[in-house]
């Protein structure tokens, strides 16, 4: 019992010593971190049957968008096809079907685009 009542004691001494004080601690200020701007997300569907289509293989076509948006093609055909700009300004690589891939638009423009593997598969991104 003895020893019980020390640790009890003891205890009490521990909690009297760290909470002696009666103002509170002055809280350090946190630097308020500077928003990174979000861009916006777009989907572009290669949709079943695309390599047998021209204006309506991708869905939606045409796509407008602000700048600073991402657009992912998402393959749902049962073939390989790419996206490439008419200007060079983006490709996609090859995308497997179930697969996608994305390119961000940082500039203004309209962006004409095709299938390399089916060249009739043509769409528009409007970037603004």
Do not use: E, K
């Not at 994305?102 to 004409?112: C, D, E, L, N, R």
């Amino acid at each position: 019992m003895s020893i019980r009542f020390g640790a009890i004691i003891l205890f009490g001494l521990f909690l009297t010593g760290c909470s002696g004080s009666d103002t509170a601690p002055t809280p350090t200020p946190t630097p308020t971190p500077t928003p990174t701007p979000s861009g916006s997300t777009a989907s572009v569907s290669m949709v079943n049957g695309a390599f047998n289509l021209s204006t309506t293989a991708f869905s939606p076509n045409p796509l407008s968008v602000p700048v600073g948006t991402t657009v992912t093609w998402m393959n749902n055909d049962i073939t390989t096809h790419d996206s490439r700009a008419d200007n060079g300004s983006f490709n996609t690589g090859l995308i497997s079907p179930g697969s996608s891939a994305s390119v961000t638009f940082s500039t203004a423009g309209s962006f004409v685009y095709h299938c390399t593997i089916h060249p009739g598969m043509v769409g528009t991104v409007t970037v603004q």
